[in-house]
Protein backbone atom coordinates (compact mmCIF):
# COMPACT_ATOMS: atom_id res chain seq x y z
CA UNK A 1 0.00 0.00 0.00
CA UNK A 2 2.88 2.46 1.14
CA UNK A 3 4.54 1.51 -2.67
CA UNK A 4 1.22 2.48 -4.41
CA UNK A 5 0.47 5.48 -2.26
CA UNK A 6 4.32 6.56 -2.89
CA UNK A 7 3.73 6.52 -6.96
CA UNK A 8 0.43 7.86 -7.13
CA UNK A 9 2.16 10.95 -5.10
CA UNK A 10 4.93 10.99 -7.68
CA UNK A 11 2.76 11.13 -10.67
CA UNK A 12 0.64 13.57 -8.89
CA UNK A 13 3.95 15.82 -8.32
CA UNK A 14 5.81 15.32 -11.43
CA UNK A 15 2.59 17.02 -13.42
CA UNK A 16 2.48 20.08 -10.48
CA UNK A 17 5.96 20.70 -11.25
CA UNK A 18 5.04 22.10 -14.57
CA UNK A 19 7.63 20.03 -16.56
CA UNK A 20 5.41 17.28 -17.09
CA UNK A 21 4.13 16.26 -20.65
CA UNK A 22 0.56 15.08 -21.73
CA UNK A 23 -0.26 11.59 -21.99
CA UNK A 24 -1.34 10.16 -26.11
CA UNK A 25 -5.14 9.39 -26.20
CA UNK A 26 -6.98 7.63 -28.81
CA UNK A 27 -9.09 10.71 -30.04
CA UNK A 28 -7.12 13.88 -30.87
CA UNK A 29 -9.18 17.40 -31.67
CA UNK A 30 -7.22 20.35 -32.76
CA UNK A 31 -8.16 23.34 -33.14
CA UNK A 32 -6.30 25.94 -34.74
CA UNK A 33 -6.65 29.63 -36.29
CA UNK A 34 -7.86 29.13 -40.10
CA UNK A 35 -5.61 31.20 -41.29
CA UNK A 36 -2.48 29.89 -39.66
CA UNK A 37 -1.51 32.73 -37.60
CA UNK A 38 -1.52 32.79 -33.71
CA UNK A 39 -1.54 36.39 -33.50
CA UNK A 40 -3.55 39.51 -34.65
CA UNK A 41 -4.53 42.87 -33.79
CA UNK A 42 -7.33 43.65 -31.64
CA UNK A 43 -10.44 43.97 -34.62
CA UNK A 44 -9.85 41.55 -36.26
CA UNK A 45 -11.87 38.08 -36.31
CA UNK A 46 -10.56 35.02 -35.87
CA UNK A 47 -11.82 31.47 -37.13
CA UNK A 48 -11.01 28.31 -35.78
CA UNK A 49 -10.49 24.92 -37.38
CA UNK A 50 -11.78 22.05 -36.03
CA UNK A 51 -9.95 18.56 -36.55
CA UNK A 52 -10.89 14.91 -34.81
CA UNK A 53 -8.81 12.30 -35.50
CA UNK A 54 -8.53 8.46 -34.27
CA UNK A 55 -5.32 6.89 -34.40
CA UNK A 56 -4.30 9.97 -36.61
CA UNK A 57 -6.91 9.77 -38.76
CA UNK A 58 -9.80 12.07 -39.30
CA UNK A 59 -13.40 10.90 -37.70
CA UNK A 60 -16.07 11.47 -39.75
CA UNK A 61 -19.00 13.41 -39.65
CA UNK A 62 -20.70 14.47 -36.19
CA UNK A 63 -21.66 17.50 -33.72
CA UNK A 64 -18.98 18.96 -30.80
CA UNK A 65 -19.70 21.11 -28.30
CA UNK A 66 -17.58 24.72 -27.85
CA UNK A 67 -17.47 27.31 -25.65
CA UNK A 68 -15.16 30.68 -26.69
CA UNK A 69 -13.79 33.33 -23.69
CA UNK A 70 -10.69 35.71 -23.23
CA UNK A 71 -8.26 34.06 -21.47
CA UNK A 72 -9.32 32.48 -17.79
CA UNK A 73 -12.58 34.34 -18.48
CA UNK A 74 -15.92 33.35 -18.15
CA UNK A 75 -17.03 31.96 -21.95
CA UNK A 76 -18.82 34.56 -24.00
CA UNK A 77 -20.26 32.13 -26.75
CA UNK A 78 -20.88 28.30 -26.62
CA UNK A 79 -22.58 26.18 -29.49
CA UNK A 80 -22.37 23.33 -31.43
CA UNK A 81 -19.99 23.04 -34.65
CA UNK A 82 -20.53 20.12 -37.01
CA UNK A 83 -17.91 18.25 -38.69
CA UNK A 84 -17.81 16.75 -41.80
CA UNK A 85 -15.31 14.32 -42.33
CA UNK A 86 -13.48 15.45 -39.25
CA UNK A 87 -13.18 18.96 -40.07
CA UNK A 88 -15.49 22.11 -39.00
CA UNK A 89 -15.09 25.73 -38.39
CA UNK A 90 -16.04 28.41 -35.43
CA UNK A 91 -16.45 31.81 -35.82
CA UNK A 92 -14.73 32.89 -32.80
CA UNK A 93 -15.30 36.85 -32.99
CA UNK A 94 -12.64 39.02 -31.55
CA UNK A 95 -11.19 41.32 -29.26
CA UNK A 96 -10.76 44.80 -28.74
CA UNK A 97 -8.08 44.93 -26.20
CA UNK A 98 -4.69 43.34 -26.24
CA UNK A 99 -4.82 39.51 -24.90
CA UNK A 100 -5.73 36.09 -25.99
CA UNK A 101 -8.72 34.76 -27.24
CA UNK A 102 -9.47 31.22 -26.42
CA UNK A 103 -11.35 28.52 -28.34
CA UNK A 104 -12.32 25.14 -26.44
CA UNK A 105 -14.00 22.09 -28.06
CA UNK A 106 -15.55 19.27 -25.90
CA UNK A 107 -16.31 15.68 -27.01
CA UNK A 108 -17.78 12.44 -25.17
CA UNK A 109 -16.97 9.09 -25.88
CA UNK A 110 -18.58 6.18 -23.68
CA UNK A 111 -16.96 7.08 -20.26
CA UNK A 112 -14.27 9.43 -21.72
CA UNK A 113 -14.47 13.39 -22.19
CA UNK A 114 -11.96 14.87 -24.61
CA UNK A 115 -11.21 18.08 -25.27
CA UNK A 116 -8.99 20.54 -27.44
CA UNK A 117 -8.16 24.42 -27.77
CA UNK A 118 -7.21 26.59 -29.56
CA UNK A 119 -5.55 30.32 -28.14
CA UNK A 120 -4.81 33.56 -30.50
CA UNK A 121 -2.83 36.19 -29.52
CA UNK A 122 -4.18 40.18 -29.96
CA UNK A 123 -1.34 42.41 -30.08
CA UNK A 124 0.47 40.15 -26.66
CA UNK A 125 3.71 42.54 -26.98
CA UNK A 126 1.41 45.43 -25.82
CA UNK A 127 0.59 43.87 -22.81
CA UNK A 128 1.31 44.89 -19.17
CA UNK A 129 1.12 43.95 -15.55
CA UNK A 130 -1.68 45.44 -13.87
CA UNK A 131 0.01 45.04 -10.75
CA UNK A 132 2.62 48.14 -9.80
CA UNK A 133 5.58 47.59 -7.93
CA UNK A 134 5.54 49.61 -4.36
CA UNK A 135 7.74 52.59 -3.90
CA UNK A 136 9.54 50.97 -1.10
CA UNK A 137 9.27 47.18 -3.09
CA UNK A 138 13.27 46.90 -2.86
CA UNK A 139 13.84 48.26 0.37
CA UNK A 140 11.27 45.88 2.12
CA UNK A 141 13.40 42.74 0.42
CA UNK A 142 17.10 44.50 1.47
CA UNK A 143 15.70 44.72 5.13
CA UNK A 144 14.20 41.16 4.64
CA UNK A 145 17.86 39.89 3.60
CA UNK A 146 19.66 41.70 6.07
CA UNK A 147 17.18 40.40 8.65
CA UNK A 148 17.92 36.93 7.29
CA UNK A 149 21.57 37.24 7.72
CA UNK A 150 21.62 37.75 10.81
CA UNK A 151 21.53 34.03 11.38
CA UNK A 152 24.83 31.93 10.85
CA UNK A 153 24.59 30.20 7.26
CA UNK A 154 25.44 27.07 9.42
CA UNK A 155 26.01 25.15 5.92
CA UNK A 156 25.49 21.13 6.45
CA UNK A 157 26.53 18.57 3.86
CA UNK A 158 25.50 15.34 4.22
CA UNK A 159 27.28 12.69 1.06
CA UNK A 160 24.48 10.06 -0.16
CA UNK A 161 26.88 7.55 -1.30
CA UNK A 162 24.17 5.27 -3.21
CA UNK A 163 23.52 7.91 -5.29
CA UNK A 164 26.97 8.86 -6.31
CA UNK A 165 28.47 7.87 -9.41
CA UNK A 166 32.28 8.03 -10.91
CA UNK A 167 31.93 11.32 -12.23
CA UNK A 168 29.32 13.21 -9.58
CA UNK A 169 29.63 13.62 -5.75
CA UNK A 170 25.82 13.86 -4.02
CA UNK A 171 24.83 15.46 -1.11
CA UNK A 172 21.70 16.31 1.39
CA UNK A 173 22.40 20.02 2.46
CA UNK A 174 20.89 22.41 4.40
CA UNK A 175 21.23 25.94 5.61
CA UNK A 176 19.66 28.21 7.97
CA UNK A 177 17.23 30.44 6.81
CA UNK A 178 15.40 33.82 8.31
CA UNK A 179 14.94 32.80 12.06
CA UNK A 180 15.56 30.37 14.74
CA UNK A 181 15.90 26.83 13.82
CA UNK A 182 14.18 28.06 10.29
CA UNK A 183 16.04 26.24 8.03
CA UNK A 184 16.17 25.32 3.98
CA UNK A 185 17.41 22.11 2.42
CA UNK A 186 18.00 20.61 -0.90
CA UNK A 187 20.17 17.94 -3.31
CA UNK A 188 23.44 19.19 -4.30
CA UNK A 189 25.61 17.79 -7.58
CA UNK A 190 29.32 18.40 -7.75
CA UNK A 191 31.27 17.33 -10.21
CA UNK A 192 33.65 14.65 -8.92
CA UNK A 193 36.51 16.12 -10.63
CA UNK A 194 38.98 18.66 -8.65
CA UNK A 195 38.13 22.09 -10.39
CA UNK A 196 36.11 25.40 -10.03
CA UNK A 197 32.41 25.06 -11.81
CA UNK A 198 29.59 27.30 -12.59
CA UNK A 199 26.20 26.65 -10.91
CA UNK A 200 22.67 25.84 -11.42
CA UNK A 201 19.36 26.72 -8.61
CA UNK A 202 16.97 24.48 -9.82
CA UNK A 203 14.01 26.04 -8.24
CA UNK A 204 10.42 23.76 -7.84
CA UNK A 205 7.11 23.93 -9.12
CA UNK A 206 4.37 23.84 -6.84
CA UNK A 207 3.95 21.03 -4.60
CA UNK A 208 5.81 19.00 -2.09
CA UNK A 209 8.61 16.87 -3.50
CA UNK A 210 11.74 15.13 -2.46
CA UNK A 211 14.76 15.35 -5.03
CA UNK A 212 17.42 12.74 -6.19
CA UNK A 213 19.89 14.93 -7.10
CA UNK A 214 20.51 16.30 -10.98
CA UNK A 215 23.54 13.65 -12.31
CA UNK A 216 23.13 14.37 -15.74
CA UNK A 217 23.76 17.85 -15.64
CA UNK A 218 26.44 17.79 -13.25
CA UNK A 219 28.62 15.41 -15.68
CA UNK A 220 28.79 18.02 -18.23
CA UNK A 221 30.75 20.38 -15.86
CA UNK A 222 27.84 21.87 -13.58
CA UNK A 223 26.74 22.40 -9.87
CA UNK A 224 23.21 22.00 -9.25
CA UNK A 225 21.37 22.67 -6.52
CA UNK A 226 17.80 20.95 -6.56
CA UNK A 227 16.10 23.75 -3.95
CA UNK A 228 13.01 22.65 -1.82
CA UNK A 229 10.98 25.40 -0.43
CA UNK A 230 9.13 24.18 2.57
CA UNK A 231 11.81 24.11 5.32
CA UNK A 232 11.71 20.21 5.26
CA UNK A 233 14.25 17.73 4.47
CA UNK A 234 14.05 16.45 0.46
CA UNK A 235 15.57 12.79 1.31
CA UNK A 236 12.33 11.51 2.84
CA UNK A 237 10.04 8.92 1.70
CA UNK A 238 7.26 9.92 -1.03
CA UNK A 239 4.09 9.12 1.40
CA UNK A 240 5.84 11.68 3.42
CA UNK A 241 5.50 14.76 0.96
CA UNK A 242 2.11 13.52 -0.17
CA UNK A 243 0.89 13.64 2.82
CA UNK A 244 2.00 17.03 3.69
CA UNK A 245 0.77 18.39 0.35
CA UNK A 246 -2.61 17.07 1.34
CA UNK A 247 -2.66 18.13 5.29
CA UNK A 248 -0.49 20.53 6.72
CA UNK A 249 0.76 22.45 3.42
CA UNK A 250 -2.24 22.24 1.49
CA UNK A 251 -2.80 25.45 -0.53
CA UNK A 252 0.39 26.82 1.20
CA UNK A 253 0.71 29.50 -1.33
CA UNK A 254 -2.17 31.73 0.43
CA UNK A 255 -0.95 30.90 3.85
CA UNK A 256 -1.21 34.68 5.86
CA UNK A 257 -1.40 36.10 2.32
CA UNK A 258 -2.71 39.26 4.27
CA UNK A 259 0.20 40.31 5.99
CA UNK A 260 3.48 41.16 3.38
CA UNK A 261 5.95 40.03 6.49
CA UNK A 262 4.09 36.57 7.79
CA UNK A 263 3.30 35.90 4.21
CA UNK A 264 5.03 32.27 2.97
CA UNK A 265 6.93 32.98 0.19
CA UNK A 266 8.33 35.99 2.22
CA UNK A 267 10.79 33.12 3.82
CA UNK A 268 10.72 30.95 0.49
CA UNK A 269 12.36 33.99 -1.16
CA UNK A 270 15.05 34.81 1.67
CA UNK A 271 15.79 31.13 1.66
CA UNK A 272 16.11 31.43 -2.16
CA UNK A 273 18.65 33.74 -1.72
CA UNK A 274 20.34 32.27 1.12
CA UNK A 275 20.61 29.46 -1.39
CA UNK A 276 22.86 30.79 -3.02
CA UNK A 277 24.85 32.20 0.36
CA UNK A 278 25.16 28.73 0.73
CA UNK A 279 26.59 28.18 -3.02
CA UNK A 280 29.06 30.89 -3.05
CA UNK A 281 30.87 29.26 0.21
CA UNK A 282 31.28 25.96 -2.02
CA UNK A 283 35.08 25.60 -2.69
CA UNK A 284 34.32 24.19 -6.02
CA UNK A 285 32.09 27.41 -6.98
CA UNK A 286 33.74 29.57 -10.16
CA UNK A 287 31.09 32.48 -9.17
CA UNK A 288 29.04 31.64 -12.58
CA UNK A 289 25.60 30.84 -11.42
CA UNK A 290 22.09 30.47 -13.17
CA UNK A 291 18.30 30.42 -11.96
CA UNK A 292 16.55 27.60 -13.92
CA UNK A 293 12.54 26.70 -13.24
CA UNK A 294 9.22 26.36 -13.96
CA UNK A 295 5.91 27.49 -13.19
CA UNK A 296 6.36 28.49 -9.38
CA UNK A 297 10.02 27.66 -10.27
CA UNK A 298 9.79 30.06 -13.42
CA UNK A 299 8.49 32.57 -10.79
CA UNK A 300 11.14 31.94 -8.28
CA UNK A 301 13.57 31.99 -11.12
CA UNK A 302 12.91 35.52 -12.12
CA UNK A 303 12.43 36.55 -8.54
CA UNK A 304 16.00 35.53 -7.66
CA UNK A 305 17.35 36.89 -11.09
CA UNK A 306 15.69 40.41 -10.63
CA UNK A 307 16.80 40.51 -6.62
CA UNK A 308 19.86 39.04 -6.89
CA UNK A 309 22.79 40.44 -8.25
CA UNK A 310 24.73 37.13 -7.79
CA UNK A 311 22.66 35.95 -10.61
CA UNK A 312 24.38 36.10 -14.14
CA UNK A 313 21.31 34.10 -16.11
CA UNK A 314 17.93 32.54 -15.79
CA UNK A 315 16.05 30.28 -17.52
CA UNK A 316 11.79 30.54 -16.96
CA UNK A 317 9.64 28.17 -18.36
CA UNK A 318 5.81 29.74 -17.73
CA UNK A 319 6.57 31.82 -14.58
CA UNK A 320 3.66 31.45 -11.81
CA UNK A 321 3.00 34.35 -9.66
CA UNK A 322 2.65 36.65 -12.48
CA UNK A 323 0.63 39.64 -12.54
CA UNK A 324 -1.67 38.22 -10.00
CA UNK A 325 -4.08 41.16 -9.62
CA UNK A 326 -5.00 41.28 -13.33
CA UNK A 327 -8.14 39.48 -11.78
CA UNK A 328 -9.03 43.09 -10.66
CA UNK A 329 -8.81 44.78 -14.57
CA UNK A 330 -11.54 41.79 -15.41
CA UNK A 331 -8.53 39.55 -16.77
CA UNK A 332 -6.54 36.76 -16.35
CA UNK A 333 -4.16 36.89 -13.51
CA UNK A 334 -1.55 34.23 -13.06
CA UNK A 335 -1.09 31.39 -10.57
CA UNK A 336 -2.84 30.57 -7.68
CA UNK A 337 -5.59 32.07 -9.06
CA UNK A 338 -6.56 33.91 -5.45
CA UNK A 339 -7.96 36.85 -7.07
CA UNK A 340 -10.05 35.46 -9.23
CA UNK A 341 -12.43 34.90 -6.03
CA UNK A 342 -13.16 38.57 -5.34
CA UNK A 343 -14.00 38.03 -1.53
CA UNK A 344 -10.54 38.39 -1.49
CA UNK A 345 -9.91 41.99 -3.15
CA UNK A 346 -9.42 42.96 0.12
CA UNK A 347 -7.27 45.58 0.46
CA UNK A 348 -4.66 43.63 2.94
CA UNK A 349 -4.24 41.25 0.27
CA UNK A 350 -4.01 43.36 -2.61
CA UNK A 351 -1.49 45.45 -0.64
CA UNK A 352 0.74 42.18 -0.03
CA UNK A 353 0.63 41.14 -3.44
CA UNK A 354 2.91 43.66 -5.46
CA UNK A 355 5.97 42.34 -2.99
CA UNK A 356 5.69 39.16 -4.31
CA UNK A 357 3.98 39.67 -7.80
CA UNK A 358 6.82 38.38 -10.75
CA UNK A 359 6.09 41.04 -12.19
CA UNK A 360 7.51 43.69 -9.81
CA UNK A 361 10.94 41.56 -9.33
CA UNK A 362 11.20 41.34 -13.38
CA UNK A 363 11.22 45.40 -13.31
CA UNK A 364 14.83 44.89 -11.54
CA UNK A 365 16.23 41.85 -14.42
CA UNK A 366 18.98 43.04 -15.96
CA UNK A 367 20.69 39.96 -17.10
CA UNK A 368 20.14 37.71 -19.70
CA UNK A 369 17.09 34.97 -19.61
CA UNK A 370 15.52 32.38 -21.62
CA UNK A 371 11.67 32.47 -21.50
CA UNK A 372 9.27 30.07 -22.51
CA UNK A 373 5.51 28.86 -22.65
CA UNK A 374 2.43 28.46 -24.45
CA UNK A 375 -0.82 29.97 -25.32
CA UNK A 376 -3.17 27.16 -24.16
CA UNK A 377 -1.81 27.44 -20.10
CA UNK A 378 -4.74 27.93 -17.81
CA UNK A 379 -2.26 27.52 -15.00
CA UNK A 380 -0.07 30.30 -15.92
CA UNK A 381 -1.87 32.01 -18.47
CA UNK A 382 -0.50 33.60 -21.66
CA UNK A 383 -1.91 37.03 -20.16
CA UNK A 384 -0.10 36.78 -17.43
CA UNK A 385 3.20 35.47 -18.34
CA UNK A 386 3.56 37.78 -21.44
CA UNK A 387 3.21 40.70 -19.60
CA UNK A 388 5.62 40.11 -17.09
CA UNK A 389 7.88 38.77 -19.98
CA UNK A 390 7.48 42.56 -21.44
CA UNK A 391 8.28 44.38 -18.75
CA UNK A 392 12.01 43.00 -18.54
CA UNK A 393 14.55 45.70 -19.82
CA UNK A 394 17.88 43.23 -20.43
CA UNK A 395 18.74 40.74 -22.97
CA UNK A 396 15.86 37.92 -23.58
CA UNK A 397 15.07 34.71 -26.01
CA UNK A 398 11.46 33.93 -26.02
CA UNK A 399 10.06 30.92 -27.11
CA UNK A 400 6.76 30.24 -27.59
CA UNK A 401 4.43 27.14 -28.23
CA UNK A 402 1.32 28.26 -28.89
CA UNK A 403 -0.19 24.91 -28.81
CA UNK A 404 1.24 23.55 -25.23
CA UNK A 405 -1.27 24.15 -21.54
CA UNK A 406 0.67 23.66 -18.68
CA UNK A 407 3.71 21.78 -20.02
CA UNK A 408 6.91 21.56 -21.76
CA UNK A 409 7.58 20.05 -25.32
CA UNK A 410 11.12 17.64 -25.17
CA UNK A 411 12.28 20.35 -27.91
CA UNK A 412 12.02 23.32 -24.99
CA UNK A 413 13.21 21.41 -22.48
CA UNK A 414 16.32 20.74 -25.09
CA UNK A 415 16.69 24.49 -26.08
CA UNK A 416 15.98 25.58 -22.24
CA UNK A 417 18.98 23.30 -20.88
CA UNK A 418 21.63 24.09 -24.14
CA UNK A 419 20.73 28.16 -23.19
CA UNK A 420 21.58 27.83 -19.57
CA UNK A 421 24.86 25.56 -20.15
CA UNK A 422 26.26 27.52 -23.19
CA UNK A 423 25.41 30.94 -21.43
CA UNK A 424 27.24 29.94 -17.73
CA UNK A 425 30.07 28.45 -20.12
CA UNK A 426 30.89 31.32 -21.64
CA UNK A 427 30.36 33.10 -18.39
CA UNK A 428 33.24 31.30 -17.37
CA UNK A 429 35.19 31.78 -20.00
CA UNK A 430 34.58 35.28 -19.96
CA UNK A 431 35.82 35.63 -16.30
CA UNK A 432 38.59 33.43 -16.53
CA UNK A 433 39.70 36.08 -19.63
CA UNK A 434 39.07 38.96 -17.24
CA UNK A 435 41.51 36.47 -14.41
CA UNK A 436 44.22 36.32 -17.06
CA UNK A 437 44.07 40.24 -17.84
CA UNK A 438 44.12 41.25 -14.74
CA UNK A 439 47.57 38.77 -13.82
CA UNK A 440 49.93 39.73 -16.94
Same mark, same amino acid.
Given at each position: ???????? &??????? #? &?? #?? *????RLYHISVYPTNGKWNCKPGDKVKFNVLLTRCNVPEGDMELTYDVSEDMMKPHATGKVKLHNG !?????AGTMKNPGFLR?? !??? %??? %???? *????? !??? &??? %? #???VTQQPSDFLDFWQKAFTDARKWDLEPMMTLMPDRCTPKVNVYHVSWANNDWGSRMYGILSVPATPGKYPAIVKLPGAGVRGYNGDISHSEKGFIVLELGIHGIAVNLPGNVYHNLYNGPLKRYHSFN??????????? !????CVRAIDFIEQLPEYNGCLGTFGGSQGGGLSIILAGIDPRVKGLVSYYPAMSDMLGYTANRAGGWPHTLKDKKFHTKEIMSTIPYFDVSSFAREIKVPGFYTFGYNDMVCPPTSTYSVYNVIDAPKELQITETTEHYAYTEQGTAAWNWIMDFLRGCTASQKETTDKRQS
Open positions: MIRFITTI &STIILLA #L &SG #LA *QPAE !VGTIECR !VYM %KKG %KHDY *QGMGT !VGF &SPE %K #LRPMEDKNRFYYKR !VITG
